[in-house]
């Protein structure tokens, strides 16, 4: 049952910088650990509310803010800035998310999770192969950009994909390729869906109108029961 949680802006340490996120936490003060990575767009009050509503599922959910508090709803500007983002940059930070929520005495897990859209969800992938064993899981919702990694040979978190069958970002032929590509080269336990959508539906503040309000409801129920079952 959903629960009211708490939240606020932290800092933390990251290879030896400061480094900004959003951490919700649920009313009972102590949950599972989950990262939840951001679109091409910035840490946005839709990204906060994902926090959020993982927080009301129980969870302690960290958005790192890989843009510096940056945000646009301009779509030239998000490709601008998602291009400047290096990978080494953006797995930096996400290291450091890592080392912060493993560090917080209310989250349980052993291990932490993560979950990331558009471009977070390249950045997901990204992060379990970084992390190897300290990751549980792995929820890249249509991922795309120069965050997905060349392989997955790294990656031993369980992999739950959501991607979309009318992606013009990613096409689907492309999101299949890539589901074959992590059953290849990880060690993980990859499940793919796919739906009848196009890109960034799940995003109910989509500035370009993508949102499918059912393949979002369905999608975010499967991300949150992996998750529940696999941090541990």
Not at 119 to 146: D, H, I, K, N, S
Not at 150 to 176: C, M, N, W
Not at 189 to 203: G, I, K, Q, R
Request: charged content about 20%.
């Amino acid at each position: 049952m959903a629960e009211q949680s708490a939240h606020q802006n932290v800092t933390f340490p990251s290879q030896g910088q400061d480094a900004y996120g959003y951490l919700a936490r649920p009313a009972s003060g102590s949950g599972l650990g989950v990262i939840v990575i951001q679109e091409w767009w910035g840490l946005t009050d839709h990204i906060r509310d994902v926090a959020d509503r993982l927080a009301a599922e129980g969870f302690v959910a960290l958005a790192p803010d890989l843009y510096g508090g940056w945000i646009t709803h301009d779509g030239d500007e998000a490709g601008e800035m998602m291009q400047r983002l290096s990978e080494g940059e953006g797995a930096r930070l996400l290291g450091g998310a890592v080392d912060y929520l493993h560090g917080l005495g209310e989250v349980t897990s052993h291990k932490v999770s993560a979950i990331g859209f558009c471009m977070g969800g390249g950045f997901v992938l990204a992060l379990a192969a970084q992390q190897g064993e300290r990751m549980a899981a792995a929820v890249p919702f249509y991922g795309v950009g120069q965050a997905v990694p060349e392989s997955f040979t790294g990656v031993k978190a369980a992999i739950q994909g959501h991607y979309a069958t009318e992606d013009e970002l990613f096409p689907v032929d492309q999101a299949r390729a890539q589901e074959q590509q992590l059953r290849d080269e990880s060690e993980a336990d990859v499940t793919f869906h796919y739906y009848e959508a196009p890109h960034a539906f799940h995003n109910d503040g989509n500035p370009q109108g993508n949102y499918r309000p059912e393949a979002a409801r369905l999608a975010w129920e499967r991300a949150v029961g992996f998750l529940r079952e696999k941090t541990k």
